[in-house]
């Protein structure tokens, strides 16, 4: 069995194709075994109003990508442009952190460069002296 599979909790908001879902009563678990199909859950997106770092513009536009609000063609050389400007800043931390995201978005694997950044976030957060919420998203998540 491959493919995404996404574990939604009961009340559970999610994002497919653009379309919003909301799980019922019951726990699911979701498997995704096109690789075209984009999938966000609610709880991992970031509202606007907190978009106020560089990484969190970087996962803020990537999660545009995936609800489909934003078109690829034009999005991702502008948010490399924008990983190419963090590449020092983290190197000395992890040298890969940057690479990988790079790597992944120029695959297409949005999903997989949104997941990847949050460990992202938690060491920004640490940087600029901010708290982290557990799973490496700001404490002020939608």
Do not use: W
């Not at 009340?11 to 909301?22: D, K, P, Q, S, T």
């Not at 690829?72 to 040298?95: G, Q």
């Not at 694997?109 to 982290?132: D, K, M, V």
């Amino acid at each position: 069995m491959s493919g995404l599979v996404l574990k939604i909790a009961p009340g559970e908001r999610f994002i497919v194709n653009g379309a919003l879902l909301e799980n019922g009563d019951k726990p699911a678990r979701i498997r995704i075994a096109d690789a075209n199909v984009r999938v966000l859950r609610c709880r991992d997106a970031l509202r606007p109003e907190d978009v106020d770092t560089p990484v969190k513009r970087i996962y803020f536009a990537i999660q545009l990508l995936i609800t489909g609000d934003l078109d690829v063609v034009d999005t991702v050389p502008a948010i490399d442009a924008e990983c190419i400007a963090l590449l020092d800043i983290f190197r000395p931390i992890d040298a890969e952190l940057i690479p990988t995201l790079r790597s992944m978005l120029s695959r297409g694997n949005h999903y997989s460069a949104l997941c990847h950044l949050r460990q992202i976030l938690a060491i920004e957060a640490q940087l600029l002296g901010r708290q982290a919420a557990p799973g490496g998203l700001p404490a002020k998540v939608a």
